[in-house]
């Protein structure tokens, strides 16, 4: 019953992150990039303070480690956006790139160390055939952005476009631990709620795609399509943060009395 509950909350609460983005998206760039500061900062905040909630609660010693290294990814990102706004509404300069973008990053490498201590204890649910197809997944997104940096600017290599490449390469990295948790819950073996950290990196993937593409053709600003899909793994990330399930599922076992 609680479990059905929360998963109207969720798809309540990615409705109303939908229409936050959509309608000062549909008003004009100078509306959506005061509203999406703001709502950046709103979300953070949520972010960490569920994380706290999660570090609390966590009683068994190398679970708890693994959700501080998700406390430390989600106060980087608070920083991190904090930056953003600041550079962004107050002093009214380029915010990317910027000193938060120091932060973003401390918060994207932090999820490489987290997401493997969170699969950890689902070893013995994975197969070889597993590894394998986690592996071409992740390299299918790190390879082309690594050829694109390469290309970029003839091999010059600028902060911009060095760290337009960063972030989906730090993402293809993560998705190895990532697409075994995928696999594993299509396969019954995790729970829902704890499933949404590894479901939320595929929209923080497209986010950092469409964040590449249109900084590279200069079309990016705060509020437009990239931001939608930035959003949507804050909201994930929370709801699989304050479940306190085990990822893993318990498996039904029928005692035959004999």
Same mark, same amino acid.
Do not use: C
């Given at each position: 019953?609680?479990?059905?509950?929360?998963?109207?909350?969720?798809?309540?609460?990615?409705?109303?992150?939908?229409?936050?983005?959509?309608?000062?998206?549909?008003?004009?760039?100078?509306?959506?990039?005061?509203?999406?500061?703001? *709502?950046? !900062?709103?979300? &953070?905040? %949520?972010?960490?303070?569920?994380? @706290?909630?999660?570090? #609390?609660?966590?009683?068994?010693?190398?679970?708890?480690?693994?959700?501080?290294?998700?406390?430390?990814?989600?106060?980087?990102?608070?920083?991190?956006?904090?930056?953003?706004?600041?550079?962004?509404?107050?002093?009214?300069?380029?915010?990317?790139?910027?000193?938060?973008?120091?932060?973003?990053?401390?918060?994207?490498?932090?999820?490489?160390?987290?997401?493997?201590?969170?699969?950890?204890?689902?070893?013995?649910?994975?197969?070889?055939?597993?590894?394998?197809?986690?592996?071409?997944?992740?390299?299918?997104?790190?390879?082309?952005?690594?050829?694109?940096?390469?290309?970029?600017?003839?091999?010059? *290599?600028? !902060?911009?476009? &060095?760290? %337009?490449?960063?972030?989906?390469? @730090?993402?293809?990295? #993560?998705?190895?631990?990532?697409?075994?948790?995928?696999?594993?819950?299509?396969?019954?073996?995790?729970?829902?709620?704890?499933?949404?950290?590894?479901?939320?990196?595929?929209?923080?993937?497209?986010?950092?795609?469409?964040?590449?593409?249109?900084?590279?053709?200069?079309?990016?600003?705060?509020?437009?399509?990239?931001?939608?899909?930035?959003?949507?793994?804050?909201?994930?990330?929370?709801?699989?943060?304050?479940?306190?399930?085990?990822?893993?599922?318990?498996?039904?076992?029928?005692?035959?009395?004999?």
């Amino acid at each position: 019953m609680l479990s059905t509950k929360n998963q109207k909350y969720l798809a309540i609460s990615l409705g109303v992150t939908f229409l936050i983005w959509l309608i000062p998206f549909l008003l004009g760039k100078n509306i959506a990039v005061f509203k999406d500061d703001l *709502f950046y !900062i709103v979300l &953070t905040v %949520l972010l960490v303070m569920v994380s @706290i909630y999660r570090v #609390v609660y966590t009683q068994e010693k190398t679970l708890r480690i693994t959700w501080i290294l998700f406390l430390i990814s989600s106060f980087a990102m608070l920083v991190a956006q904090h930056m953003w706004s600041f550079d962004e509404l107050i002093l009214d300069v380029k915010p990317f790139p910027s000193y938060a973008d120091i932060a973003f990053l401390i918060g994207y490498l932090s999820w490489i160390p987290f997401f493997g201590m969170f699969i950890k204890p689902m070893k013995k649910y994975i197969s070889k055939k597993i590894v394998i197809i986690a592996i071409v997944v992740s390299g299918a997104i790190i390879i082309p952005n690594l050829i694109i940096l390469i290309q970029s600017a003839a091999g010059a *290599f600028t !902060i911009e476009n &060095t760290l %337009l490449s960063a972030y989906p390469i @730090i993402d293809g990295i #993560v998705f190895f631990p990532v697409t075994i948790g995928m696999m594993l819950f299509f396969k019954g073996k995790t729970n829902f709620f704890p499933s949404l950290m590894f479901f939320a990196m595929i929209s923080q993937l497209i986010a950092d795609v469409i964040f590449e593409i249109d900084s590279a053709n200069g079309t990016y600003y705060s509020g437009s399509l990239a931001d939608l899909f930035f959003y949507i793994p804050f909201i994930l990330f929370m709801f699989g943060t304050y479940d306190l399930s085990a990822l893993e599922k318990k498996q039904n076992v029928n005692v035959k009395n004999t």
